[in-house]
């Protein structure tokens, strides 16, 4: 695929702001800035680069932490000024070891709904990593996968009374348990979310397109 950047537009320090994306959960992982040969070798390496205001170098994301964040897709704006970077990290973005360097909060509206999924399941990595004494999901490590295919194969069947019953608060509470320990299952397997919505895509978005075609 020819790549060019002729219509992007740098600033007065040949520099363009890249606001960096969790392809998979949406989450906003930090903003950064790039120039012209950082944004080329982001492309080249399918990794991130970035340009330093501060020490006035290039700088590779994850060069000394591991951190690195393998780049799925760029866009810009319709402006042409701003850069939306999605990329699938390997770590935390922030050097503080916090998952987005936007984790300090400011305002939210008490209704506001998280994209729970991608916190639920970074937390279930974390108890995998991170045994904690009396925490249920540690519990189900330890247990093994037999453990948590009963659970599953429990909760499917509570779904399924509870459907029965034709009880909307009751269902929602029994696929809430399948999702969980379903997240659980493909933490125990290296299943990663994505991977379920690229199989979706495929079996779904990528044939209707077939379809029209």
């Not at 994306?21 to 680069?49: H, P």
């Not at 348990?177 to 997240?183: E, I």
Request: negative net charge; charged residues 30%.
């Amino acid at each position: 695929m020819e790549v060019t950047i002729d219509q992007l537009v740098f600033d007065e320090h040949g520099l363009i702001p890249a606001v960096v994306q969790n392809a998979a959960s949406g989450e906003v992982l930090t903003l950064a800035y790039m120039n012209e040969t950082s944004l080329w070798k982001t492309i080249q390496t399918k990794e991130t680069w970035f340009f330093s205001r501060k020490r006035k170098e290039l700088w590779h994301k994850g060069e000394t932490s591991g951190n690195t964040q393998e780049v799925q897709k760029i866009s810009y704006d319709c402006d042409a000024d701003a850069l939306l970077v999605q990329v699938q990290p390997n770590g935390p973005a922030c050097h503080t070891g916090e998952t987005s360097c936007f984790h300090n909060l400011l305002y939210q509206q008490e209704d506001v709904v998280l994209d729970v999924i991608s916190v639920i399941t970074e937390k279930i990595k974390e108890r995998r990593q991170q045994p904690v004494d009396g925490s249920y999901t540690t519990y189900l490590f330890r247990e093994g996968i037999d453990k948590v295919l009963k659970k599953v194969g429990e909760e499917a069947s509570e779904v399924i009374i509870g459907a029965k019953n034709s009880s909307r608060q009751e269902v929602t509470w029994e696929i809430s348990d399948l999702v969980y320990h379903t997240l659980v299952l493909m933490e125990m397997l290296d299943v990663s979310v994505n991977d379920i919505k690229q199989e979706l895509a495929k079996r779904h978005v990528q044939k209707e397109v077939k379809d029209d075609e």
